[in-house]
């Protein structure tokens, strides 16, 4: 199976500062790399995705960047907020592979301080 | 938000007890899975069902079992379970099938249902 890792597994950052939490992985096969934020006691959400097709992806405060000869993809906040306080996971999926067979890595507990 | 609801939301069981999590979706999709959260240690897929086709995760124990009677529906039966199996239990539901998902086959995942085994 995949082999996915985050780093680093906590981060934190000064309100207003940039944030970055990169994903590596090992099945040259993803073509599908998607970000989960999870906050305390809440259930994980779908903030940020993008194709194998695609180098990079943006929405407002929050972009994506991929690069699939080194196998890693990196979620990029800006402007970090209180409220971006979570725990982020990816979730490399396998193209051509059993549906919905996502893989995630083990999380970014990332802290905003005001 | 009430596209994928669990229930119950908080379970406390002994290792003999025999009980069920229940999970619904109304959002219309095709798949839907269970996976276990436990602390420090990456979500973990156990299983998949996806017009009542079913795909599960070798490792999973046999205690336990799944239960998909339609679309909309999955359960996940617990029986003679072990301390460490308490974690928190996630359902999630997507669009795709079996037949060839569709490569960005977002999932919305439900609240999850805390269990915790004495």
């Known amino acids: 199976g995949e082999n996915v890792e985050q780093h680093p597994s906590t981060l934190s950052v000064q309100e207003g500062d940039s944030a970055v939490i990169k994903c590596t992985y090992s099945?040259?096969?993803?073509?599908?790399f998607p970000w989960y934020k999870q906050e305390l006691g809440k259930r994980p959400q779908l903030i940020i995705d993008?194709?194998?097709?695609?180098g990079e992806k943006k929405d407002q405060r929050i972009a994506v960047t991929l690069n699939k000869t080194a196998k890693h993809f990196s979620l990029h906040i800006t402007e970090t907020q209180p409220e971006d306080s979570a725990v982020y996971f990816c979730a490399p999926r396998r193209g051509g592979s059993t549906l919905g067979r996502l893989y995630f890595g083990r999380g970014t507990q990332l802290t905003v301080w005001p | 938000e009430t596209g994928v609801t669990q229930t119950p939301r908080h379970l406390v069981m002994g290792m003999t007890n025999k009980k069920s999590l229940k999970c619904e979706q109304h959002l219309g999709h095709n798949a839907m899975y269970w996976y276990k959260q436990s602390a420090k240690k990456p979500l973990e897929l156990m299983f998949v069902y996806s017009l009542e086709e079913r795909v599960e995760n070798n490792s999973v124990p046999s205690r336990f079992s799944p239960e998909c009677p339609n679309s909309s529906h999955l359960f996940l039966h617990l029986h003679t379970l072990q301390p460490e199996d308490s974690a928190l239990y996630l359902c999630?539901?997507?669009?795709?099938?079996?037949?060839?998902?569709?490569?960005?086959?977002?999932?919305?995942f439900g609240p999850g249902t805390r269990l915790t085994v004495l």
């Open positions: 993008i194709r194998s097709n695609v």
């Open positions: 099945d040259s096969a993803s073509n599908y």
């Open positions: 999630a539901s997507s669009q795709g099938s079996l037949a060839g998902g569709t490569s960005t086959d977002t999932q919305y």
